[in-house]
């Protein structure tokens, strides 16, 4: 079996069901339930999640015109980053090496930059279609920097200034991404109306950007304690539905992304 | 008596798609002329004048609509009958592409090389 086909295996619907079903049951039920808190291999998981997101970058694109590489270059870039973020997440949890709060808002706020790049590279196209001006795009790019100013200002302070952070900062950071979660949503819509390549792409892309702000919220939660206070939901179960949320969305992505390398029609003899 | 070969202009940025069309349209007895831009397009169609452009819209330099509107103001190349074939689905699209003067509007996911070819074969026979 050649390499690709093998790769294309693992990245179909049935294998990242069955990972994320194993993922799940995994967790829930193996060590009594916190075994996969405890030894940070939910966080670990992220790994093969990167790997699998390289396999994607590297896989051959039935398209090769400007607008539509920009647009998967774009995606994909940031889609890496995400994955990345989470294996630092992981050794920086599982190894103490960064506080766990920082670790916690600056994963919150890596769903804020990458649902930016979903917009930014959706805006790469609809400023072609639509011959817009750069101020748009000039502005998701500045939310951009603030974004990943906040991570790295987040790793480089104290822990008393995070312990001391005033409340309604990681909420307005949660806000943004509802809000520009809805904007990546809407935008996803649109793209798939203009151009229908992306129609299959959408199906998967839209369900995997309400999956994210649902996992950021859940990140939300954990660093608020709020489902424990409220609910009675253990920090740990609130972890695992973190997870479970984005490792679905990353799964998602990853068979969206696969509806883009070989479309219907003229793409179907590439 | 040696007919001359029929010439097929392609506008069009993606090469992956440009080289199929080659691949096709050179089995099927057609010359081919390709042009990864508009300003390109317009430049080759005016030195070549071919018998049929394929036109793709979202081209760089010069997008497809403004390539259609300059040929058919030039009363030397406003007869070449153009096959728009682009990525774009929404209906304001064709029916500005068909206002401009293209003979047919072609989505991409939505047609087969081979269904391509042979819209194209239908004008040039």
């Keep these: 079996m050649k390499i690709s086909t093998f790769f294309e295996k693992l990245l179909s619907p049935y294998s990242l069901i069955a990972f994320n079903l194993t993922i799940f049951f995994s967790?829930?039920?193996?060590?009594?339930?916190?075994?996969?808190?405890?030894?940070?291999?939910?966080?670990?998981?992220?790994?093969?999640?990167?790997?699998?997101?390289?396999?994607?970058?590297?896989?051959?694109?039935?398209?090769?015109?400007?607008?539509?590489?920009?647009?998967?270059?774009?995606?994909?870039?940031f889609f890496l980053f995400l994955g990345f973020v989470h294996v630092?997440?992981?050794?920086?949890?599982?190894?103490?090496?960064?506080?766990?709060?920082?670790?916690?808002?600056?994963?919150?706020?890596?769903?804020?930059?990458?649902?930016?790049?979903?917009?930014?590279?959706?805006?790469?196209?609809?400023?072609?279609?639509?011959?817009?001006?750069?101020?748009?795009?000039?502005?998701?790019?500045?939310?951009?920097?603030?974004?990943?100013?906040?991570?790295?200002?987040?790793?480089?302070?104290s822990h008393e200034l995070i312990e001391e952070m005033e409340e309604w900062i990681p909420l307005t950071g949660f806000s943004l991404i509802v809000v520009f979660g809805a904007l990546a949503i809407a935008s996803t819509r649109k793209i798939r109306k203009i151009m229908p390549v992306f129609k299959e792409y959408s199906h998967y892309a839209i369900p995997a950007i309400i999956l994210m702000v649902l996992t950021a919220l859940s990140e939300y939660f954990e660093s608020t304690h709020y489902l424990l206070d409220v609910l009675d939901i253990t920090d740990t179960q609130n972890l695992y539905f973190a997870h479970y949320f984005m490792f679905a969305a990353f799964s998602l992505l990853l068979i969206g992304f696969g509806k883009l390398k070989k479309p219907k029609g003229i793409y179907a003899d590439m | 008596m040696d007919e001359r070969r029929k010439k097929i202009l392609v506008v069009e940025d993606d090469e992956h798609i440009s080289k199929v069309y080659h691949v096709k349209l050179s089995k099927e007895g057609y010359d081919t002329v390709f042009a990864v831009n508009g300003e390109e397009g317009i430049e080759k169609i005016t030195i070549e004048k071919p018998d049929l452009i394929?036109?793709?819209?979202?081209?760089?330099?010069?997008?497809?609509?403004?390539?259609?509107?300059?040929?058919?103001?030039?009363?030397?190349?406003?007869?070449?009958?153009?096959?728009?074939?682009?990525?774009?689905?929404?209906?304001?699209?064709?029916?500005?592409?068909?206002?401009?003067?293209?003979?047919?509007?072609?989505?991409?996911?939505?047609?087969?090389?081979?269904?391509?070819?042979?819209?194209?074969?239908?004008?040039?026979?």
Excluded: C
């Design chain 2, 54 to 125: 394929i036109l793709d819209l979202m081209v760089p330099k010069k997008d497809g609509f403004a390539v259609l509107e300059e040929i058919k103001k030039n009363p030397d190349l406003a007869k070449i009958p153009v096959l728009v074939l682009s990525n774009l689905g929404q209906q304001s699209d064709k029916d500005r592409a068909i206002a401009l003067g293209a003979n047919e509007y072609m989505v991409k996911v939505n047609y087969s090389m081979q269904e391509v070819v042979d819209r194209a074969r239908s004008y040039l026979s």
């Design chain 1, 27 to 77: 967790a829930e039920f193996f060590g009594g339930g916190t075994y996969f808190e405890e030894t940070g291999l939910m966080h670990a998981i992220a790994i093969v999640f990167v790997v699998l997101i390289l396999i994607r970058i590297f896989s051959e694109y039935a398209f090769s015109d400007h607008i539509l590489r920009r647009f998967l270059k774009i995606q994909l870039g």
């Design chain 1, 88 to 157: 630092y997440e992981y050794f920086g949890l599982h190894y103490s090496l960064i506080d766990h709060e920082a670790i916690e808002l600056s994963a919150m706020l890596a769903y804020l930059v990458w649902i930016l790049g979903v917009l930014i590279g959706l805006e790469s196209v609809f400023r072609i279609y639509y011959k817009k001006s750069a101020a748009l795009i000039a502005t998701l790019y500045a939310f951009l920097l603030v974004g990943v100013l906040g991570i790295i200002v987040l790793n480089v302070s």
